[in-house]
C-alpha cells in the first residue's frame, strides 16, 4: 500500500515537473515574440524614436482605449491601413497602437499563466 502511494506522489510530482518545464518554455516563446524588434529599412535604429513620439501624442491612451474597446472588438483581425481610415489616424499611430495592443495582450497572457501555476517570471 505505500509502495502504491509512494509511486503516485512521485508520478504527480514528476508531472507537475513536466508541466512547468512547458510552461517555462511557452513562457519563453512568448517572451521572444514580444521582444521582437519592430523596424524598416531606412530608419537606421531610429523607429524607437518615432514610436516613442507617437505615444506621446496627448490623447494617444485615449485612441488606443477606443481602438481596443470598439473596433478591435468588432474586426479584431484588421490592418493598420484600415484602422487609420476606421479610426481617423494616421496610419503610424495605428501600426504603433495595434504593436502596443499585441504587447498588452501577450503580457496579459503571461501574467495568467504565472496566476495558474504560481510562479513568477522577470521580463527584463
Known sequence: MFDYLDSSQKKI?????KEKELNEKLLEKIKKQKKVDVNFA??????SELVDGIRTIPNYQNIKSFIRDKILTEDPGISYKKLSVKAGVHKGVALVILYDLYNDKLEEELHEIEEENGFS???D
Not at 13 to 17: I, S
Not at 42 to 47: A, E, K, N, P
Open 13 to 17: 510530482k514528476e508531472d507537475k515537473k
Open 121 to 123: 517570471y522577470n521580463y
Open 42 to 47: 531606412g530608419f537606421d535604429g531610429r523607429l
